[in-house]
C-alpha cells in the first residue's frame, strides 16, 4: 500500500507541521520510508468502535531530523509499534510511532489511494 504523508507531529500532542509530500511503502513484512525501514514483526487488526486499521509490532529506526520541518532537535529513535488507522467514511490515516519504552514518539497524517487500507488489510490478514 502506498502512504502519501505530508504532515508531522513531533510532539504527539496535535501541533502538525506540514513538509512536502513522500511515499512510504506498506508491504507485508516491512514499511520503508524515506527515514527508515521498520520490520513487521506482528500484526493486530484494529476494529474499535469508529477506529480501522492495523496495530503493528516492528523493529526498526526513523531518523526524524531529516524531515524538513525539522527543528533539528528531533533524532533517530526506535520504534517498537506503530499504529495505522482509519475512521470511516475519512480520507486521512494516521500513523502513530511508539518507541521501546512504549512512548507516543511521533504522529503522521496522510492517505492512501482509493481502497489502498482495505487491500492491504486483506493481503495481511492471510499472513497474520
Not at 32 to 38: A, D
Amino acid at each position: 500500500m502506498k502512504y502519501y504523508v505530508n504532515e508531522i507531529d513531533f510532539a504527539g500532542n496535535g501541533s502538525f507541521k506540514r513538509f512536502n509530500e513522500e511515499v512510504w511503502n506498506f508491504e507485508a513484512t516491512e514499511i520503508v520510508t524515506p527515514h527508515g525501514t521498520l520490520k513487521i514483526r506482528d500484526a493486530l487488526f484494529v476494529e474499535q468502535g469508529p477506529h480501522v486499521g492495523v496495530q503493528f509490532s516492528v523493529s526498526g529506526k526513523l531518523s526524524l531530523n531529516d524531515f524538513s520541518c525539522s527543528n533539528g532537535s528531533e533524532s533517530t529513535t526506535n520504534i517498537k509499534t506503530l499504529a495505522l488507522v482509519r475512521q470511516p467514511h475519512n480520507v486521512w490515516l494516521w500513523v502513530y510511532a511508539f518507541d521501546e519504552y512504549n512512548r507516543p514518539v511521533v504522529n503522521f497524517c496522510g492517505h492512501d489511494d482509493l481502497d489502498g487500507l482495505a487491500i492491504y488489510v486483506d493481503e495481511l490478514k492471510s499472513i497474520y
